[in-house]
């Protein structure tokens, strides 16, 4: 009921890995705002975009990741739990982002579950492609910033609550900024990224997301007219049902 989708990137260097989940957590809340596809709970109307995350935010480990020094740094925290007998081994930590238990990848977990194919392929698309941008920026030498949980986890919060409509704080300038210009400048900093990961035209479509609609937007405005058509609650939410049935299989 709360699974997310999990995007793998691979990176051998357990040091790097480290470093990398670092400096990508500040664009978890960007990733979760293209995706949102949860507005629902129970029946009702949540008045989230991605509610699914409040649930999950229930279990311990959960959240934003936690920020190491190393991967040693990283393995001596989960070494503790492991020999207090409270954790089993590193696949029970279910942050939004975390470095793979079983393969040598760094595993983004933040994104809701899209109902369009082209969706999925766009966010899978921005997250190798930032990654691949870090890393590169990692090896030119630049010292890249890595933020504070605090900052970023109020952009999670405007993330979940409004998706991409209420813009994200932009750390650099203090501002909240639209999510579209936030977008724009990420795409042109992992252009050269993109060409050479060969998923440039994924990349691109993520501008379609907001002029279409994100999964939840969509369901949102489907329950809305079919309330607006005098339909009850229920029989509203059916015709949100039909309409994710429809996207899922046949991407209408």
């Known amino acids: 009921m709360i699974c997310g989708m999990h995007v793998h990137i691979g990176i051998e260097d357990d040091d790097l890995r480290v470093a990398l989940l670092n400096q990508f ?4 809340p960007l990733i979760l705002s293209l995706s949102t596809s949860s507005p629902f709970w129970q029946g009702e109307d949540t ?6 995350l409040t649930v999950f935010d229930n279990f311990p480990r959960s959240g934003l990741p936690e920020q190491f020094d190393s991967f040693d740094d990283y393995q001596h925290h989960i070494d503790i739990l492991q020999r207090a007998g409270v954790l089993e081994d590193a696949t029970f930590i279910w942050w939004d982002m975390r470095v793979s238990a079983r393969y040598p990848t760094l595993e983004t977990r933040i994104a809701d579950i899209c109902t369009h194919l ?14 691949h ?9 630049s010292r890249l910033p890595v933020h504070a949980r605090f900052l970023i986890d109020q952009n999670r919060w405007r993330a979940m609550r409004y998706g991409y409509d209420e813009g994200l704080v932009d750390f650099s300038t203090a501002s909240v900024v639209p999510v579209r210009e936030l977008l724009a400048d990420i795409l042109e900093k992992v252009h050269s990224d993109a060409d050479e990961l060969g998923c440039s035209s994924e990349l691109e479509r993520l501008l379609d997301i907001p002029a279409r609609g994100s999964s939840a937007h969509r369901q949102l405005a489907i329950y809305q007219a079919a309330l607006g058509k005098g339909l009850d609650p229920m029989a509203a939410l059916y015709k949100v049902v039909d309409w994710l049935m429809d996207e899922t299989i046949n991407g209408l």
């Open 133 to 141: 941008y870090l890393y590169r920026k990692q090896r030119e030498g």
């Open 118 to 131: 082209d969706d999925t392929a766009a966010i899978a698309a921005l997250t190798q492609s930032l990654l």
């Open 25 to 28: 957590s500040s664009y978890l």
């Open 47 to 52: 008045g989230l975009k991605s509610y699914r």
